[in-house]
């Protein structure tokens, strides 16, 4: 069981043992998925299904969903409103997790280049933490430099790994775009050869950091887009990811197969096929958010939609005139809804990806 091989068997986990679930997943043929969170009803949500299903989870929070933690009332024009959010989520995730009796990876998602202050804001929170505890308040961090020029994004990733690696933090990079639209960030109309990483950036991603640390992921693109999409429009190759693996594998001469940790962004909407053989190439992670989006949507639209002759006034409803209506517009009866249907869907995924059963 994946609890075998982690000193911290419950609650944010750090460091080594972050590499070693990774390396656990990849023995086992299984990948963890990535929640994105905004509030501490998704972050529930998607720890009832991980302790349900005994299995370890990622819990995530993109620069947007972090301000959304602060509250939309506050300022963001210098990322302060995302870099307080994603503090205080972060407090919130280690205060709750242990509560779940699972291992929690908490992450960040895309970090852009001109989101890149949010991302310095937090690891100046992360060193502060490290002070402290030994440890930094984050697991690990994205970085998401694949609209760049390739040697900006490998040796800026680089710069920010070295800040990393003294706290034993993992960073998660880009190669090659991931289609569609999230966050602001707009890439639906790339050129599709955009959407396909070469070995070779692989190669070239991968002997540049692991002189750093061994604490790192790469993101790479096999045709992946944001967002859901009608059937036949998003074309995967996940078999790409094999060659990347062997590419690797036959230039530094390493005796496993898959010597890097791989990344599958863009996973709602996916088969489970694709899912399968991603996960056999070597992929850990895979991200979702717009799948659970909607789920969460389907339990409150659905409650409404039943209840609507007793949430339009405070009293009086087909009962009689007279009834009271304060159980049924109980914010903690409809938002409860919304995490009932959105933690089922992270099980679905759970069960996707052989999360599901590995504790």
Known sequence: MAQSVLKRKTGVIVGDDVLHLFNYAQEHKFAIPAINVTSSSTVVAALEAARDKKAPIILQMSQGG???????????????????????????????????GIPVVLHTDHCAKKLLPWLDGMMTEDEKYFEKHGEPLFSS???????????????????????????????????????GEEDGVNNEDVDNNSLYTQPEDIYHIYSTLVKISPYFSIAAG???????????????HPELLGKHQAYVKDKIGAKEDKPVFLVF????????????????????????DTDLQYAYLTGIRDYVLKKKDYIMTQVGNPDGEDKPNKKYFDPRVWVREGEKTMS?????????????GQL
């Open 66 to 100: 972090a301000a959304y933690f602060a509250g939309k009332g506050v300022k963001n024009g210098e990322q302060e409103a995302s870099i307080a959010g994603a503090i205080a989520g972060a407090h919130y995730i280690r205060s709750i997790a242990p509560s779940y």
């Open 141 to 179: 961090h994205m970085i998401d430099l694949s609209e760049e020029e390739v040697e900006w994004n490998v040796q800026t990733t680089a710069k920010y790994l070295k800040r990393a690696a003294p706290m034993k933090q993992w960073l998660e990079m880009e190669i090659g775009i991931t289609g």
């Open 222 to 236: 096999f045709g992946n887009v944001h967002g859901v999409y009608k059937p036949g429009n998003v074309k995967l």
């Open 265 to 288: 962004h863009g996973g709602s909407g996916s088969s489970k096929e694709e899912y399968t053989k991603a996960i056999g190439y070597g992929v850990v992670k895979v991200n979702l």
């Open 344 to 356: 089922a869907r992270v099980a679905e995924g759970l069960e996707d990806f052989n999360t599901a």
